[in-house]
């Protein structure tokens, strides 16, 4: 690992251990209030998933027609940090099988959810979260990519936000699952798949 690496990696760690010793007491809030039922509609699993393939779909469709390889080549380069993102994702939840928050009832306890849950890495929930790993890995690679548009980043991010942000309010997974996730998502974007494409076509 490289140095420069090491204290952004401890501080993921460090901000995700912190969200997942407190995950029990900052999920219930979410569990029993119906204020963000609007905001759930909205983003609701399908849609975000729809919302996270459809970016980079439409940005091929419009690289073809315009024959913009940089185009295609950055939709492309999302679907890679997709894929790397999953190929992590999937073992993790198999091996941590954590419980959904919408599992328990009420104000919980919202305890034990670590190995008590589904093995099957293709049910919901699980440590880490898809939906904010794609969404911050599609989102990533958009705004460096097009980061001489000031616009693009804010909204990449933000709606990347507003996905991770609907799996807490949803239920459908913890903070820490989230937080892990977005990061994860991220890091596997910048570092891994971008850095070898620095050079604009």
């Known amino acids: 690992m490289h140095g ?3 204290l952004p990696t401890i501080g993921i760690v460090g901000v995700t251990s912190v969200f997942i010793a407190t995950d029990a007491h900052s999920a219930p809030p979410f569990r029993t209030t119906t204020d963000f039922n609007g905001f759930n509609n909205a983003f609701s699993g399908a849609n ?3 919302i996270i393939a459809a970016v980079p779909a439409a940005v091929y469709g419009v690289g073809l027609i315009r024959k913009d390889s940089y185009a295609e080549n950055s939709a492309l380069l999302a679907a890679e940090a997709l894929a790397d993102g999953f190929l992590l994702d ?5 091996i941590t099988a954590r419980r959904q928050p919408l599992s328990y009832s009420g104000n919980g306890p919202y305890t034990a959810s670590f190995f008590n849950g589904s093995h099957n890495p293709f049910n919901s929930g699980g440590f880490y979260s898809g939906h904010a790993m794609a969404a911050m890995a599609v989102a990533t690679v958009f705004a460096h990519r097009y980061r001489q548009h000031r616009w693009v980043p804010f909204v990449a991010y933000g709606l990347a936000g507003a996905i991770s942000f609907s799996r807490i309010t949803t239920s ?4 820490g699952d989230v ?6 998502g991220f890091v596997i974007a910048r570092y891994v798949v971008l850095p070898p494409r620095n050079v604009i076509e």
């Open 179 to 184: 937080v892990f996730g977005g990061a994860m």
């Open 48 to 50: 975000t998933a729809g």
């Open 4 to 6: 420069e690496h090491l």
């Open 172 to 175: 459908n997974h913890f903070p």
């Open 90 to 94: 999937l073992p993790m939840k198999a």
